[in-house]
């Protein structure tokens, strides 16, 4: 009776426990992260006696999840490039809009204000034109500092995400940390090989939660612990100890966010989710938009000054500059010493770049490069002793250094928002080539050869190597964001797919189905009831044993 007795109660064990994982499965069907779950069950070993093996029962040999690492890695590295592809097109999408817009753009403000030049060309002794001319030049020079503003805003708004993805990172590398100790303990404890199948998926969801975030991978370790690592191999979590990521103003920009884990800059290493997706927003888009925007101040200024500077106001002086930017910004790297000066070079326009610029010295000499594409500019043979024209600027030593310096020169990262209006007098415009002999006087009455020169700075084609007008230079920016946009949006498009892909291939792994449960609550109660059914033969057998032997 013992046999068919404990082969029984081995079979009620076994459906049980079936009936129990079942039920779990039921109730997670919503749990994010949640793997089904299932009773693995093999047969005890059979008996051998003289008639032969006689069967044992069953015995229960695990309860496992549905997991495949091959989906699971796919349906991470798939996180990662649509949020970074998503936050991406999102964000540049913004900068597209405001510089494409007619009412928010460049072009209009540019043909209002040489519309008003052409006024004053027309009719050089007209207060109403002057004034017109004037008040263009207010409203062209808000105009770039409004841009320059809202380039200030999306900066500020790329930070803030980084800040935001930064700390969830180190809070999920916290998290996992913590399980992955609640796993150690809970493998350790356990025998053949039966593992915290809830801990597990708990600790993978966080892994994929992480992955939103940057780019991760995972290694298991023999104790059940996973380590993670980004960027190009940079551990975040080891066992149970983590890594913090933070974040750390450049010593030229403040606002310029670097990427840092244990002190150490890893900015251009990050890869996937939205805080490369920020970053790259920020490197091949904003930064190059404010920086050809600047172009276009730098140089639309400089021109206008030299040709309002090269004529005479009504009253018959020679003309003052109508704009105003400022020196070149210098900012001299940590430990640096001496100084650098740096000046706008009128003749030298067509050579502006929408670059910042490093100036290194080396204890003996200088050399210059070009950030944007780290080309090396050659410096003239004179320098320092002489000023040098150079990238449209005229760099000069103002004190030299005692040492090994580096210097951060940004002739147009700022133009646009320091550009301002130097007078609002209409009597100063410079619409005269020439006033009449002997000390200043009125100019010659209806002398319009400077006006007709300011005039002609729309159409002239004097930026970017002599080969781009204001407008030209304008439009780059405008088709470069559009075409960053554009890329962006199909990427994301494409990533949405394959995310979508990876996601079901893990659904039809992992996921609960509810018909599907619901037969096996059917098939496992069923086989339960015939299990308590033999234990009632079991005994109604003992019984009539017992009754045979009174």
Request: charged share 15%; net charge negative; proline share 4%.
């Amino acid at each position: 009776m013992t046999g068919i007795l404990g082969t029984a109660l081995s079979g009620l064990m076994a459906f049980q426990r079936s009936l129990d994982t079942t039920s779990h499965n039921i109730a997670n069907v919503n749990t994010e992260g949640y793997s089904r779950q299932r009773v693995e069950l093999n047969t005890q070993p059979a008996q051998y006696t003289a008639a032969g093996y006689i069967g044992q029962g069953v015995n229960i040999a695990a309860v496992s999840r549905s997991y495949d690492q091959f989906i699971t890695n796919q349906l991470t590295s798939s996180t990662s490039a649509f949020a970074e592809t998503h936050t991406l097109s999102t964000l540049a999408s913004q900068v597209d809009a405001i510089i494409a817009n007619e009412s928010t753009g460049l072009s209009p403000a540019l043909k209002s204000f040489f519309n008003a030049v052409n006024g004053v060309a027309n009719d050089p002794s007209s207060m109403p034109a002057r004034q017109v001319m004037t008040s263009e030049a207010e409203s062209l020079t808000q105009q770039f500092n409004t841009l320059s503003s809202r380039f200030d805003d999306f900066r500020d708004q790329a930070n803030n995400q980084m800040q935001a993805s930064v700390d969830d990172i180190n809070s999920f590398a916290g998290n996992i940390a913590t399980l992955n100790g609640k796993i150690i303990i809970d493998s350790s404890r356990a025998s053949g090989g039966q593992l915290p199948n809830d801990l597990l998926d708990q600790r993978d969801a966080l892994v994929a939660k992480m992955a939103e975030k940057i780019s991760v991978s995972t290694i298991v370790q023999q104790d059940g612990s996973i380590n993670v690592f980004i960027g190009q191999g940079q551990s975040l979590v080891l066992g149970v100890s983590t890594a913090k990521l933070s974040l750390a103003g450049s010593s030229v920009d403040l606002s310029h966010k670097n990427i840092l884990i244990g002190g150490l800059d890893i900015s251009k290493q990050i890869t996937g989710g939205e805080l490369s997706g920020a970053l790259k927003f920020r490197d091949d888009v904003l930064d190059p938009a404010r920086q050809q925007l600047g172009l276009v101040a730098a140089g639309f200024a400089v021109q206008f000054n030299a040709v309002q500077t090269a004529g005479f106001d009504l009253n018959g002086n020679p003309g003052a500059a109508l704009f105003d930017l400022g020196t070149v910004p210098v900012v001299a790297a940590s430990g640096s010493t001496g100084s650098i000066s740096a000046a706008y070079d009128p003749a030298g326009t067509g050579s502006l770049n929408p670059s910042d610029y490093r100036l290194d010295y080396n204890g003996a000499a200088y050399s210059l490069t070009r950030l944007s594409d780290n080309t090396a500019i050659t410096l003239p043979a004179s320098f320092p002793g002489t000023p040098a024209a150079v990238e449209g600027m005229t760099l000069a030593q103002a004190a030299p250094p005692t040492g090994t310096s580096s210097f951060i020169i940004r002739p147009a990262f700022d133009a646009a928002k320091k550009l301002t209006v130097v007078f609002s007098d209409p009597l100063k415009i410079a619409a005269a080539g020439s006033n009449s002999p002997g000390p200043p006087v009125a100019a010659i009455p209806g002398d319009n050869t400077n006006a007709l020169r300011l005039a002609d700075l729309e159409k002239k084609a004097a930026l970017l190597g002599g080969k781009a007008t204001l407008n030209d230079a304008y439009g780059q920016l405008v088709a470069k964001a559009s075409s960053s946009t554009h890329a962006a949006t199909i990427s994301s498009s494409a990533q949405q797919v394959l995310l979508n892909q990876a996601t079901q291939s893990r659904e039809n792994l992992a996921g609960v189905n509810l018909d599907e449960e619901a037969a096996n609550l059917i098939k496992f109660q069923q086989s339960y009831q015939a299990a308590a059914q033999v234990v009632s033969v079991a005994r109604s057998l003992f019984d009539t044993l017992i009754g045979a032997t009174r």
